[in-house]
């Protein structure tokens, strides 16, 4: 069980699991069902309203330690409450994560926090890790980007959209404020602009996961033509009802019914596996997962099916791929737990764990960490074996399979 | 010196890492390395755990099991306050006699906030005050069990291939392959008897072995993916009914989307933490065990050890246009050491210290002022002072060695800190 793991049956204490995306974080421990804990990856100083975020590629190197390394104080000191000098740590990122800002995490965990070891894991595979196939087409929803990426890893077939969670709030923020009116002690019906110069990001996030919704797909084709018809002959559908939203008890909100946004369409005409080998293409449409935040809205997935369905009827697509049969996968966990879980799924193998984490020693050695991108860190001897397979746990894949 | 008001008027600055500065308030001194230590540059470690609304100490490894929650508290899924048992008298057949009816006690939780009970999510009464609620348990539990079984077996054959690997690489007049199959591998299979080798190329499971094997079934693809309920398009939303996303993200392993189906949590615990010089190992500061007491087994915070400075009374002389340059005392000042119990006498006797009035403005047990002249070199602006004290320091909590002379002292060591005083604004 490995409730009693952790209680000295002769192995090394469990690994934190940490998963550090843009919006959110979140940390456990290996060998476990959930992460402990989900937060926003965000620090609040005492002084300023605004939160600093913690995932960003574009600032220089010592703010970027100075916020990693309180905000991985917070994650050790108040969420997990455990010594950070005892345990490994995983750390579940996205292939895309620029390589400083890899350093700067692996200097904060190793130089401040002085780790024993830690390892870099990439968080499509490791969701593929929770469903126990070889093989597999994830589809990370996020909040900055869109991934979508081969399980046994081809490096050479992802693509991205920088279309997440956060175009879906720019979005609903700009419709928002020319949309919707605004009542307050002073009258009813204002508009936005009037009254508060904008919204700030946790009402329009709320806004989103509370009341918005992803419609099917002849209804989103109808939406569609009625916004780019302009003599006006196609008929939008009835729109749902208006929502009264309270925003600061005083004022409240009324959100018009008719928001809505064709941006799923955008993300669906990627998917399409083109890019990888003709005889992987069968199999991997058939082994669709899908994670991230953005994915859990509601009909986000059944939209998702019959826009692929539709798009591969379309002559671009046809001779592209010769099936038309897809599958989605539903991994043992949320969507956006499942990179998390997969993370603690392998931080649960102590044999290899060791050996496959960048240790203190090491870094101490070499001073960086090794990185996919990057030939000239040496190569582990395991990879010199002739006609050997590489089994499923990989920590970076160096496959000469095209 | 930092006080609530004034923040930070003092600063002294830190060699650790990086050279950052901070008010005394904040620091510590490591008596063993004779240094100032900031937060940043000591380790922090977790000491002890408590329930931060019961106060019950919980040792580590209770609070390991029981994933850093507390037993009997609760946390009210709605608004996160802690929740509160509350007992109602319910009519209930008597177990002799099924027609009388008696009133038991029957008890829910309930916010004292927000108003939410438990009631309101369906879960039942129960008949004992503490230990009858229980967390509802992950339904995908057992899979991911399973999976974890399944790949630590996977795990345990890499490992013996590359301890086989590395005993094999011990004899390099044999060539690898040679010894993969016929050298080392016979050898071992003697040894353990019963359980063949498995093959090298590939870690799948289609070998048997006589050891228990397990396998999972991989996860099944769906087809079909339940649509969205036709009434979304036309129900209004009850938006008191939709749980936010940080009430959503308290429970990781459901989140609900309705607020019907919101359990409460056991409560996180705190921690007290202690911590340790990166240099030389030792403890500077180390609470108490019992959660209630505010008080430290070990404490060397810098202002108890080393002396503060505080409060100015300047005088400026003139304005130049450069840096700001400061005439100091030349002389050494002579400070006596602090004594506890002179704070409460009043009628102190003069110490017999031959203080210059030019340089020293008063003297009081431990306590000194002295002149500073200040000429700030710009017009305006804020005025900055730094400089450099040197000060002695006895450090008579040393471990006492029993010397030849029978005596116990301790030397005094010089310590030199760049310390920097804000004076404020200019005043135009």
Same mark, same amino acid.
């Given at each position: 069980?490995?409730?009693?793991?952790?209680?000295?049956?002769?192995?090394?204490?469990?690994?934190?699991?940490?998963?550090?995306?843009?919006?959110?974080?979140?940390? @456990?421990?290996?060998?476990?069902?959930?992460?402990?804990?989900?937060?926003?990856?965000?620090?609040?100083?005492?002084?300023?309203?605004?939160?600093?975020?913690?995932?960003?590629?574009?600032i220089?190197?010592?703010e970027?330690?100075s916020?990693?390394?309180?905000?991985v104080?917070?994650?050790?000191?108040?969420?997990?409450?455990?010594?950070?000098?005892?345990?490994?740590?995983?750390?579940?990122?996205?292939?895309?994560?620029?390589?400083?800002f890899?350093?700067?995490?692996?200097?904060?965990?190793f130089?401040?926090?002085?780790?024993?070891?830690?390892?870099f894991?990439?968080?499509?595979?490791?969701?593929?890790?929770?469903?126990?196939?070889?093989?597999?087409?994830?589809?990370?929803?996020?909040?900055?980007?869109?991934?979508?990426?081969?399980?046994i890893?081809?490096?050479?077939?992802?693509?991205?959209?920088?279309? @997440?969670?956060?175009?879906?709030?720019? #979005?609903?923020?700009?419709?928002?404020?020319?949309?919707?009116?605004?009542?307050t $002690?002073?009258?009813?019906?204002?508009?936005?602009?009037?009254?508060?110069?904008? &919204?700030?990001? $946790?009402?329009?996030?709320?806004? +989103?996961?509370?009341?918005?919704?992803v419609?099917?797909?002849?209804?989103?084709?109808? &939406?569609?033509?009625?916004?780019?018809?302009?003599?006006?002959?196609?008929?939008?559908?009835?729109?749902?009802?208006?929502?009264?939203?309270?925003?600061?008890?005083?004022?409240?909100?009324?959100?018009?019914?008719?928001?809505?946004?064709?941006?799923?369409?955008?993300?669906?005409?990627?998917?399409?596996?083109?890019?990888?080998?003709?005889?992987?293409?069968?199999?991997l449409?058939?082994?669709?997962?899908?994670? @991230? @935040?953005?994915?859990?809205?509601?009909?986000?997935?059944?939209?998702?099916?019959?826009?692929?369905?539709?798009?591969? #009827?379309?002559? +671009?697509?046809?001779?592209a791929?010769?099936?038309?049969?897809?599958? &989605?996968?539903?991994?043992?966990?949320?969507?956006?737990?499942?990179?998390?879980?997969?993370?603690?799924i392998?931080?649960?193998?102590?044999d290899?764990?060791?050996?496959?984490?960048?240790?203190?020693?090491y870094?101490?050695?070499?001073?960086?960490?090794?990185?996919?991108?990057?030939?000239?860190?040496?190569?582990? $001897?395991?990879?010199? #074996?002739?006609?050997?397979?590489?089994?499923?746990?990989? +920590?970076?894949?160096?496959?000469?399979? +095209? | 010196?930092?006080?609530?008001?004034?923040?930070?008027?003092?600063?002294y600055?830190v060699?650790?890492?990086?050279?950052?500065?901070?008010?005394? =308030? %904040?620091?510590?001194?490591?008596?063993?390395?004779?240094? !100032?230590r =900031?937060?940043?540059?000591?380790?922090?470690?977790?000491?002890?755990?408590?329930?931060?609304?019961?106060?019950?100490?919980?040792?580590?490894?209770?609070a390991?099991?029981k994933?850093?929650?507390?037993?009997?508290?609760?946390?009210?899924?709605?608004?996160?306050?802690?929740?509160?048992?509350?007992?109602?008298?319910?009519p209930?057949?008597?177990?002799?006699d099924?027609?009388?009816?008696t009133?038991?006690?029957?008890y829910y939780?309930?916010?004292?906030?927000?108003?939410?009970?438990?009631?309101?999510?369906?879960?039942?009464?129960?008949?004992?005050?503490?230990?009858?609620?229980?967390?509802p348990?992950?339904?995908?539990?057992?899979?991911?069990?399973?999976?974890?079984?399944?790949?630590?077996?996977?795990?345990q054959?890499e490992?013996?291939?590359?301890?086989?690997?590395?005993?094999?690489?011990?004899?390099?007049?044999?060539?690898?392959?040679?010894?993969?199959?016929?050298?080392?591998?016979?050898?071992?299979?003697?040894?353990? =008897?019963?359980?063949?080798?498995s093959?090298l190329?590939?870690?799948?499971?289609?070998?048997?072995?006589d050891?228990?094997?397990?396998?999972?079934?991989?996860?099944?693809?769906?087809?079909?993916?339940?649509?969205?309920p036709?009434?979304?398009?036309?129900r209004?939303v009850?938006?008191?009914?939709?749980?936010?996303?940080?009430?959503?993200?308290?429970?990781?392993?459901? %989140?609900p989307?309705?607020?019907s189906?919101?359990?409460?949590?056991?409560?996180?615990?705190l921690?007290?933490?202690?911590?340790?010089?990166?240099?030389?190992?030792?403890?500077?500061?180390?609470?108490?065990?019992?959660?209630?007491?505010?008080?430290?087994?070990?404490?060397?915070?810098?202002?108890?050890?080393?002396?503060?400075? =505080?409060g100015?009374?300047?005088?400026?002389?003139?304005c130049? !246009?450069?840096?700001?340059c400061?005439?100091?005392?030349s002389?050494? !000042?002579? !400070? /006596?050491?602090?004594?506890?119990?002179?704070?409460?006498?009043?009628l102190?006797?003069?110490?017999?210290?031959?203080?210059d009035?030019?340089v020293?403005?008063?003297?009081?047990?431990?306590?000194?002022?002295?002149?500073?002249?200040?000429?700030? %070199?710009?017009?305006?602006?804020?005025?900055?002072?730094a400089?450099?004290?040197?000060?002695?320091?006895?450090?008579?909590a040393?471990?006492?060695?029993p010397?030849?002379?029978?005596?116990?002292? /301790?030397e005094?060591?010089?310590?030199?800190?760049?310390?920097?005083?804000?004076?404020?604004?200019?005043?135009?």
């Amino acid at each position: 069980m490995p409730l009693f793991e952790g209680l000295g049956s002769g192995g090394e204490k469990t690994a934190v699991v940490i998963d550090l995306g843009a919006a959110y974080t979140k940390c @456990g421990f290996a060998g476990e069902t959930g992460p402990r804990f989900i937060i926003p990856s965000e620090i609040k100083h005492a002084g300023s309203p605004e939160a600093v975020r913690v995932v960003q590629y574009n600032i220089n190197t010592e703010e970027l330690y100075s916020i990693l390394k309180e905000f991985v104080h917070l994650l050790y000191f108040r969420h997990l409450l455990v010594n950070p000098r005892d345990r490994r740590v995983v750390i579940v990122e996205s292939i895309l994560c620029p390589s400083h800002f890899r350093e700067t995490l692996s200097r904060v965990f190793f130089k401040h926090f002085e780790v024993p070891s830690v390892l870099f894991a990439p968080s499509h595979l490791m969701s593929v890790m929770t469903l126990g196939i070889q093989s597999a087409l994830v589809m990370d929803c996020g909040y900055t980007e869109t991934l979508i990426y081969e399980g046994i890893p081809i490096l050479s077939a992802w693509e991205a959209l920088p279309m @997440g969670g956060k175009a879906i709030h720019k #979005e609903l923020h700009s419709l928002l404020s020319e949309q919707c009116t605004l009542d307050t $002690d002073s009258g009813p019906g204002l508009s936005l602009p009037t009254v508060i110069s904008a &919204i700030p990001e $946790d009402v329009v996030e709320d806004i +989103k996961v509370r009341t918005c919704f992803v419609s099917d797909l002849q209804r989103g084709m109808k &939406i569609q033509e009625a916004k780019f018809n302009l003599d006006g002959s196609a008929e939008r559908p009835a729109p749902p009802p208006d929502v009264e939203y309270p925003l600061d008890g005083r004022k409240i909100l009324h959100i018009k019914g008719s928001i809505s946004f064709p941006s799923i369409h955008f993300v669906c005409s990627v998917f399409v596996p083109r890019q990888c080998p003709i005889d992987t293409r069968k199999v991997l449409s058939e082994n669709l997962v899908i994670i @991230g @935040g953005t994915s859990m809205l509601p009909g986000f997935l059944h939209r998702l099916l019959s826009e692929i369905r539709s798009l591969v #009827e379309k002559p +671009k697509y046809r001779d592209a791929l010769a099936t038309k049969s897809f599958r &989605i996968h539903s991994p043992p966990a949320k969507p956006n737990c499942t990179a998390w879980l997969g993370g603690a799924i392998f931080g649960a193998l102590q044999d290899i764990l060791g050996s496959r984490s960048v240790s203190r020693d090491y870094y101490n050695q070499t001073g960086r960490i090794p990185d996919w991108c990057c030939l000239s860190t040496p190569l582990p $001897d395991s990879v010199y #074996e002739a006609g050997k397979t590489p089994p499923p746990l990989m +920590k970076r894949a160096f496959s000469t399979e +095209k | 010196m930092a006080t609530l008001l004034q923040p930070e008027k003092v600063l002294y600055l830190v060699r650790g890492e990086k050279k950052i500065r901070v008010p005394l =308030s %904040q620091l510590y001194f490591c008596r063993y390395c004779s240094e !100032l230590r =900031s937060l940043e540059c000591v380790s922090h470690e977790v000491d002890s755990h408590f329930c931060p609304s019961c106060l019950e100490n919980m040792p580590s490894a209770e609070a390991k099991l029981k994933k850093n929650r507390c037993a009997n508290c609760f946390d009210c899924p709605c608004c996160m306050h802690t929740l509160s048992t509350r007992a109602t008298n319910i009519p209930a057949p008597l177990p002799d006699d099924p027609t009388k009816t008696t009133m038991k006690k029957a008890y829910y939780l309930a916010c004292g906030f927000c108003r939410w009970t438990s009631r309101d999510v369906g879960m039942a009464d129960k008949s004992v005050a503490s230990g009858g609620w229980q967390e509802p348990e992950n339904p995908h539990t057992q899979r991911i069990n399973k999976l974890i079984e399944y790949y630590q077996q996977l795990a345990q054959r890499e490992k013996l291939e590359r301890d086989r690997k590395k005993l094999a690489r011990r004899r390099p007049f044999m060539p690898q392959a040679f010894s993969e199959k016929y050298g080392l591998g016979t050898r071992l299979q003697r040894q353990r =008897s019963g359980a063949p080798i498995s093959a090298l190329y590939g870690l799948s499971l289609k070998e048997g072995e006589d050891q228990k094997e397990i396998t999972i079934e991989p996860a099944q693809a769906l087809d079909e993916v339940e649509p969205l309920p036709e009434d979304y398009y036309t129900r209004p939303v009850n938006l008191p009914e939709v749980t936010t996303l940080r009430q959503r993200l308290l429970q990781p392993d459901f %989140q609900p989307a309705g607020a019907s189906q919101l359990h409460p949590r056991h409560k996180h615990l705190l921690m007290k933490r202690s911590l340790r010089c990166r240099k030389c190992e030792h403890n500077l500061s180390k609470p108490e065990f019992n959660p209630t007491s505010i008080k430290f087994k070990i404490q060397l915070v810098a202002v108890q050890t080393l002396f503060t400075l =505080s409060g100015l009374t300047i005088t400026v002389l003139q304005c130049v !246009l450069a840096l700001c340059c400061v005439l100091v005392p030349s002389k050494e !000042l002579v !400070l /006596s050491g602090k004594d506890a119990a002179a704070e409460y006498d009043e009628l102190a006797e003069p110490q017999g210290f031959q203080d210059d009035p030019d340089v020293v403005a008063f003297r009081k047990s431990n306590k000194i002022g002295f002149f500073i002249k200040v000429v700030p %070199q710009r017009e305006e602006g804020d005025v900055t002072v730094a400089f450099k004290l040197r000060h002695d320091f006895r450090n008579l909590a040393a471990p006492i060695r029993p010397t030849e002379e029978g005596e116990a002292t /301790s030397e005094a060591i010089w310590l030199t800190h760049h310390v920097e005083l804000s004076l404020g604004p200019l005043a135009t």
